[in-house]
């Protein structure tokens, strides 16, 4: 027999086929479960388990009871993405799974299903709730009646209903029995893996990697993972020309955070005059929510200091972007008006000010 496993929640979950699914008060309940259903190991010939995204202990917790099961006998683990589970019993449009992550954070994919196949658009990223309505909104030409479902999604129904964004009844209770129907259609899964998926580390690795951030000047050698940055974060992002060009400019300030000898976030901005321009900001999806732009921010105004012939410091973001309003003036940016149409598709954008 084939047993289905999943874990990207604490409550956990375990299936016999695509219809039986027995939902657990905890994840490690798993093997109590299957000794109250009087199954006998050496009956089971697959594993099938979501390894993630999913809640970090939980998945742990999964996969090592799972583990524990198949390698005395040598039955092997196949594992899938807990969001192809999720989308596999959802209907048909633009489907936005959601995971919650921590609070207003959630992991989330995007996948654009018909009745002949499932194309994935982005899979696997971290979008703070607010980060996630911008996208939604930014592509609104693009998405038409999104699907939003999942734990992720009733965690934040009241936020997302407020915005004007519905939440669909697709139902999460089905995660297991879906892996028998992957299964069956050979999706993508990983055979054995020696550990979860983790788009977000815990709580504990996060105190600590806050700590270890390095701030530094760019190199030219960084800029291709910027681009890889920027891709990711920007609807319109900016070519390797634009940042090969401010990198050589003597009237720039160009810095990174690095983290591990990773660049996980960058800064750029130029001298206009009596003024400074910050024209570009972002951090690596994987890493937001952790204070990495508000150390990058503080660190470039601290510079913007030495500079006497600066008296203030201006930026643009985008009207919907009520985060990065809120990241500015915390840190003593203003409010100066609304530049009309200055992003692709017409939409507007903040002008905000310091003075230096």
Same mark, same amino acid.
């Given at each position: 027999?084939?047993?289905?496993?999943?874990?990207?929640?604490?409550?956990?979950?375990?299936?016999?086929?695509?219809?039986?699914?027995?939902?657990?008060?905890?994840?490690?309940?798993?093997?109590?479960?299957?000794?109250?259903?009087?199954?006998?190991?050496? !009956?089971?010939?697959?594993i099938l388990i979501t390894y993630g995204p999913g809640s970090f202990t939980s998945l742990r917790i999964g996969l090592v009871t799972a583990q524990g099961l198949a390698f005395p006998l040598n039955i092997p683990i196949l594992a899938y993405s807990t969001f192809l589970a999720m989308v596999e019993d959802a209907p048909c449009g633009d489907l936005f799974p959601l995971i919650p992550a921590r609070s207003k954070v959630v992991y989330a994919s995007y996948y654009r299903k018909t009745?002949?196949?499932?194309? +994935?658009?982005?899979?696997?990223?971290?979008?703070?709730?607010?980060?996630?309505?911008?996208?939604? !909104?930014?592509?609104?030409? !693009?998405?038409?009646?999104p699907i939003i479902f999942g734990e992720g999604a009733e965690k934040n129904r009241d936020f997302l209903n407020k915005k004007g964004y519905?939440?669909?009844?697709?139902?999460?209770?089905?995660?297991?029995?879906?892996?028998?129907?992957?299964?069956?259609? /050979?999706?993508?899964?990983?055979? /054995?893996?020696?550990?979860?998926?983790?788009?977000?580390?815990?709580?504990?690795?996060?105190?600590r990697n806050e700590a270890e951030i390095e701030i530094r000047e760019m190199t030219e050698a !960084?800029? /291709?993972?910027?681009?890889?940055?920027?891709?990711?974060?920007?609807?319109?992002?900016?070519?390797?020309?634009?940042?090969?060009? &401010?990198?050589?400019?003597?009237?720039?300030?160009?810095v990174v955070a690095v983290l591990y000898g990773n660049v996980v976030a960058y800064l750029i901005g130029c001298q206009e005059d009596s003024k400074f321009h910050l024209s570009n900001i972002a951090v690596s999806?994987? &890493?937001?929510?952790?204070?990495?732009?508000?150390?990058?921010?503080?660190?470039?105004?601290?510079?913007?200091?030495?500079?006497?012939?600066?008296?203030?410091?201006?930026?643009? &973001?985008?009207?919907?972007?009520e985060a990065a309003f809120e990241l500015y003036k915390s840190l003593g940016f203003t409010?100066?008006?609304?530049?009309?149409?200055?992003?692709?598709?017409? +939409?507007d954008a903040v002008v905000m000010e310091i003075k230096c």
């Amino acid at each position: 027999m084939i047993i289905g496993i999943d874990c990207s929640s604490k409550e956990g979950g375990l299936a016999t086929d695509e219809k039986t699914f027995y939902l657990l008060q905890w994840v490690e309940d798993i093997t109590a479960k299957i000794d109250e259903l009087g199954i006998d190991i050496k !009956d089971i010939e697959k594993i099938l388990i979501t390894y993630g995204p999913g809640s970090f202990t939980s998945l742990r917790i999964g996969l090592v009871t799972a583990q524990g099961l198949a390698f005395p006998l040598n039955i092997p683990i196949l594992a899938y993405s807990t969001f192809l589970a999720m989308v596999e019993d959802a209907p048909c449009g633009d489907l936005f799974p959601l995971i919650p992550a921590r609070s207003k954070v959630v992991y989330a994919s995007y996948y654009r299903k018909t009745k002949e196949d499932v194309k +994935e658009v982005f899979k696997n990223r971290i979008f703070s709730i607010d980060e996630l309505i911008s996208y939604l !909104d930014v592509n609104s030409d !693009d998405i038409k009646g999104p699907i939003i479902f999942g734990e992720g999604a009733e965690k934040n129904r009241d936020f997302l209903n407020k915005k004007g964004y519905s939440i669909s009844s697709c139902s999460n209770n089905s995660i297991a029995c879906s892996l028998f129907k992957l299964y069956k259609k /050979n999706a993508d899964c990983i055979i /054995n893996p020696e550990g979860p998926l983790y788009l977000s580390s815990s709580a504990a690795i996060r105190k600590r990697n806050e700590a270890e951030i390095e701030i530094r000047e760019m190199t030219e050698a !960084d800029i /291709n993972d910027i681009l890889e940055i920027e891709k990711d974060v920007f609807p319109n992002p900016w070519p390797y020309e634009m940042f090969y060009t &401010h990198f050589l400019s003597d009237t720039c300030i160009k810095v990174v955070a690095v983290l591990y000898g990773n660049v996980v976030a960058y800064l750029i901005g130029c001298q206009e005059d009596s003024k400074f321009h910050l024209s570009n900001i972002a951090v690596s999806r994987m &890493h937001w929510r952790k204070g990495f732009g508000t150390k990058l921010l503080s660190y470039f105004l601290e510079k913007l200091t030495e500079n006497p012939g600066i008296s203030s410091c201006y930026l643009e &973001h985008r009207v919907k972007n009520e985060a990065a309003f809120e990241l500015y003036k915390s840190l003593g940016f203003t409010y100066r008006g609304i530049k009309k149409d200055y992003y692709k598709k017409g +939409e507007d954008a903040v002008v905000m000010e310091i003075k230096c």
